[in-house]
């Protein structure tokens, strides 16, 4: 007791906690350093400072002096006293020294140590429970007496007087022991099924955690097929480059080679004909006729070229220039485009196949009354006026649709389609070849053997066996693909804007050939490429 006394001197009236490096203010009362420089720093521009505790007013702000005898007393005192938090609840009765309790007294509301507890009164009215600080939460606070009942109807602990004679009277009341066993088995049960709940988390959080890694193992996969897919292309376009560089190098080396020699012959006959025309224009400045007329009797001839000759040199000049290798511009172009051709043959895309725009033929003999197949089949539009064609089996006659000649039973397949400036509302997908021709049932992506991607103005959604799921992107680009795994049972589309972006898939597992199919419905076209 007399620690708590001391304790409670030792405390800051500001923080509540005992001080940490103690200052006086001129009234005399002590504070922590920060404590007080606080709260004067608070009252800043109210023009009057004030000590928290007595109230004292300063007309300027004091200057606390360090209190070295209090911080002395703190640092050989504070550290040997007992910390109730830490030791517990400790005997009522023990004044001299803190001795740990071992039972508390909801009668007395005090606790005891083995000594005390000794010669404590064991009369019933005297109720021991385990030690506690909080004596006063175990008794009524109206009529001070010991909770011993459960009010089922109000939820509440009670005292016997409560249930006799106050507010609770009448109600339905257990005992508190037998009121606490059936909210434990309550909270059991809950416990149970949070245990459950807590184990199908962790389970989701495994699969999660698996799905990551597998997704991370399959973007490192793919970061280095690309990777690799790349260093090849740089490679073979490398390779491409020096040989176009070799071709352009070797052509102008054998140009420059051949002109080099013609140059040189046309050199050597420049001389020649610059030796003759100085002796002539020495003969020419000579003054002896006998001199003169002698030169033309004896080289005259060896001056003079016939015409014959000239016609024959020149047209040997013509030949030897026509025989120089010029750089041919289209050749080149050729050789580039033949080598960027041979290397995206090479390019190794996994097991993807994809479809030539050839290969997607639709088939007539299915089509609608009301719509127009042109381009090779390979566009259908909407007309609004009805064609005379046949009706057969195939023949869709409740819907205007049309289906593809081909159909795919194995491996993986790219089908592109594009839709004109006035797309209306269409739908292209694949179905089986047993899907219905006639009735309500006909419509693609409204029965069990079609899925099909559908634009309706500004919906755009995807439908199997009439469930539609409403996708929130409304594309904007006019072309489609949809890509085709038969064997992994997956069929996915995308739009095919900058950059691809995905739409959706579906997971089944397919069981007939796969026609591609499309519906078309006051649209001036769809095109299969």
Sequence with gaps: MAFAILREELGCSVCLNVFTDPVTLRCGHNFCWVCIDRALGSQEGVGVYSCPECREEFEERPDPARNITLRNIIERCVSSMPDERAEGVFCAYCVHAPVSAVKSCLHC?????EEHLIVHNRSPEHVLSEPSNALQSRKCSVHKKILEYYCTQDASCICVTCCLAGEHKGHKVEQLMEASNKKKETLKLILTNLLAKRADIELKVQYLQERRSKVQKRAAGLTETVSALFRDLRRQLEDLEKKLLSVISEDEEQASTTISDLIHQM???KDEVSRKMSHLEKVCTTTDPLLVLQE????????CDTENKVIEERRVFDVKVQSI???????????????LADIVSRVELGTVEKEKASDVVLDDSTAFQSLNLLDGYKTVSWSGDRHYRPKLPETFDAYPQVLSTKAFSSGNHYVEWEVGDSPGKWSVGLCYPSMTRKGDGSCLGFNPQSWCLQMFGQHCAVRNNSKKVI????????????YLEYEAGRLSFYELCDPIRYLHTFHTTFSEPLHAACYAYKTNRITFK
């Design 267 to 269: 050199d050597l006959k």
């Design 471 to 482: 996708l929130h992107h409304v594309p904007n680009s006019k072309r489609f693909l949809m």
């Design 296 to 303: 033309q009797e004896s080289g005259q001839k060896d001056f």
């Design 325 to 339: 290798k010029v750089l041919d511009e289209d050749v080149l172009w050729v050789t580039l485009r033949t080598g």
């Design 109 to 113: 509301e005090a606790s005891m140590c």
